[in-house]
C-alpha cells in the first residue's frame, strides 16, 4: 500500500446512485489502484459521503498531504452529497471544472471537487444527465475539435450531438430500464427465466433474433406493446423455439432488440441515415448496439467506458490547475 | 341467506390469475348477490380450487340438489384447476361452451364447466386470451350478427375483429403492465408520486395533458423512450408544472396518454381511420380510452365488463342446455 501513497497523484471517482468506483492514479493517469463500494446516492445521507469515500480509498491516502479528488456523478445531485448544478447545453466538454463545487469536509488531506451534470431546456425538449457528460469530456479530450454523433447505452442511454467539441443537443432514452422492468417484472419474466442475466449474442440464433427484432420494430415503432405481449404467446404457442434455456435466450434477445431498436427507430433526424455513432460503455452492451446499429446501416466507434470516464475526469483535474 | 338459494339458478365465475369473482343468479340471469377472492390461478394448486370456490360461494348453495357453476378465465389455463385447451380463431363466440371442461370435484352440489381461451398462429401472429373470449361472446349475446372493432382495455389490453359474430383475428398490447412498471417501479415513481393510484382525468390540466401526450406519441411513436425519461427531466426543469400532488398527477396522466396513445398507433391498419370501437371494460379505464379514441376522430361505445361477462357466462350457461 505504501507503493500507492507514494505515487498517488490524485484519485477520480465516479459516483452514481446506487455505486461508487475509484481510482488510484500517478502524474501520468496510470491506473494504480482501482476501489469500489455499492453505496451510491440513493443510499447516502449527505454527511455520510466523506466517512463512504474514506473507507474506500483510505488506504491509498498519505499521512501527510493533500490528495486532489475529482467527482462526477450522483453525488453532486440536490440529493447528493453537494449540489454541483446542471450545465444549460450548449456547453464545451473541456469546461466542465468551472461549475464544479467543494463539498464541506473534515480531513485535511482531502480536496475533493463535484463535476455538475448538463441539462436541457431548449424547445420543451428537457433533459439532464449526470456523469455522462464527463464520459463525453473523456471522448473530447482524445480528439478536441470532434462533431458527430456519440451513445452512451445504459439504464439511461444518452445520445449527444457534439459540434467541435461542444454538446449541442442530448436526448436521454429509457430504454435499459425499460428492458429490465420487462424482463424481470412483468409476465414476460415466465418465458424468460434467468436467460435475462446473461449476454446471449455470442449464439447465432440469438444473434438473429435480436437483428430481425431490431428491424421488425424499426419498421413498425408503434406495435412495441403488442410485440412485448407476443413473446409470451410466442412462448406458448410457437413450436419452432427451442427447448430449455435456450428458448429463454432467444425471447431475451428479441425482447432486447424490440427496445434496443425502438430507441434507434426514435433517434429520428437526429440520427440521419448512414451516419457513423461513436458508443461510449462496456463491452458487451456496446456490442449489442454495435450490432443493433449495422442492421440499419451506421458504422459505429466505439470508446471503453472506464477509460472514457478517466480521461474526462482527468481533463478536469487539469483545469483545476494541477 | 336462504332467500339465495330459493332463487338459485346458476352462479357465473370470472377467475382469473390474481382474484376470483362469482355471482349468484336467478332464472332471468338477475343477479342474487356477488363475491369475490384474492386468490388466483397463481395462487392455487388444482386441488385448492374447489376448496376456495365453495368458501367463496359455500352460502348460496342449497342443501340438496346440484348447481351448474360456469367459469372462464385462468382457472381453465394449463397451471389452473383444469386445462380447457385454447379455440383456434377465427371461433364462433356463441360456440365457446363446446369446448369447455369438467373439473374433477367432490361435492356432489356442484356442476362446474370451465370455458375456453382463444389463440391465434396465423401467419406468426401468436396471442393468447383466456376470459376476455367470454366478455366478447357477452357483446355478441346482444347483437348476434356484429361486425366491427372490439377493445377491451386492461393490465393485456386486447383488441378483436368480428365478423357476423365471428372473431377473425386480435392483438394483445402490454399497455396496462406497462404503465404499472413504468409508474410505480421505474425512475419515474419518483415523480409521479401517489397520483398513480388515482383516477385524475376529471382534473382539466391532466385531460389536456393525457390527450396531448396521445396526440404526441401518435405522431412519433418511436419516440416512446425518450419521452419517458422526458417525464422524470420535466420534473427536475419545467417550471410551468404545477406544485405539489397535482404534479405527480399531471404527470401520471401524461404517462397514461403516451402509453395508451402507443397502443393505438399501434393498431394501425387494424383501426382504420374514422372506424368506431366498442370498448368493455371498467367506466374509468373506459373514460381514458374515449377520450384518446375521441382525439384521434374514433367514435366509441361502450359495454360494462361485469355484464359483459354475465351475459357471455350466460350464453355458455345455455348453451349447455340449461
Redesign the interface.
Known amino acids: 500500500m505504501m507503493a500507492i501513497a507514494e505515487r498517488l497523484a490524485w484519485i477520480a471517482v465516479d459516483w452514481g446512485s446506487s455505486n461508487l468506483r475509484a481510482w488510484a492514479l500517478d502524474t501520468r493517469d496510470q491506473v494504480l489502484a482501482r476501489a469500489g463500494s455499492e453505496r451510491g446516492m440513493l443510499s447516502l445521507t449527505p454527511a455520510e459521503y466523506e466517512t463512504e469515500l474514506k473507507r474506500v480509498i483510505g488506504e491509498w491516502l498519505p499521512a501527510m498531504g493533500r490528495v486532489p479528488v475529482r467527482v462526477c456523478g450522483m453525488a453532486g445531485a440536490r440529493q447528493g452529497w453537494r449540489e454541483a448544478a446542471y450545465l444549460p447545453v450548449p456547453t464545451r466538454l473541456d469546461d466542465l471544472a468551472r461549475a464544479a463545487v467543494a463539498p464541506p469536509l473534515d480531513d485535511p488531506r482531502l480536496e475533493v471537487r463535484l463535476l455538475p451534470g448538463l441539462?436541457?431546456?431548449a424547445g420543451?425538449?428537457?433533459?439532464?444527465m449526470r456523469g455522462e457528460e464527463t464520459q463525453l469530456a473523456g471522448l473530447v479530450a482524445q480528439e478536441p475539435a470532434l462533431t458527430g454523433l456519440a451513445c452512451l447505452p445504459g439504464t439511461?442511454?444518452k445520445w449527444a450531438r457534439l459540434e467541435a467539441g461542444v454538446v449541442t443537443r442530448f436526448?436521454?432514452?429509457?430504454?435499459g430500464?425499460?428492458y429490465g422492468?420487462?424482463a424481470r417484472?412483468?409476465?414476460l419474466r415466465h418465458s424468460l427465466g434467468h436467460a435475462v442475466d446473461k449476454d446471449n449474442l455470442s449464439d447465432p440464433g440469438c444473434r438473429e433474433a435480436f437483428v430481425c427484432a431490431v428491424r421488425e420494430i424499426?419498421a413498425?415503432?408503434?406495435?412495441?406493446?403488442?410485440r412485448?405481449?407476443?413473446l409470451?404467446?410466442?412462448d406458448?404457442?410457437?413450436d419452432t423455439l427451442p427447448q430449455g434455456d435456450a428458448r429463454g435466450a432467444r425471447l431475451a434477445a428479441r425482447l432486447s432488440g424490440l427496445?434496443v431498436g425502438?430507441?434507434l427507430?426514435?433517434m429520428?433526424n437526429d440520427l440521419p441515415a448512414g451516419e457513423p455513432v461513436t458508443l461510449i460503455g462496456n463491452e458487451s452492451l456496446c456490442d449489442r448496439y454495435v450490432l443493433a446499429l449495422d442492421a440499419l446501416g451506421h458504422e459505429s466507434h466505439r470508446l471503453d467506458g472506464e477509460a472514457a470516464v478517466l480521461a474526462g475526469l482527468g481533463l478536469a483535474h487539469r483545469a483545476f490547475g494541477a
Do not use: I, K, N
Open positions: 441539462c436541457q431546456t420543451g425538449a428537457f433533459d439532464v439511461h442511454a436526448t436521454t432514452c429509457l430504454t430500464e425499460l422492468l420487462l417484472r412483468s409476465v424499426t413498425a415503432p408503434a406495435t412495441y406493446p403488442s412485448l405481449f407476443g409470451r404467446a410466442a406458448l404457442l410457437d427496445t425502438l430507441e427507430a426514435g429520428g
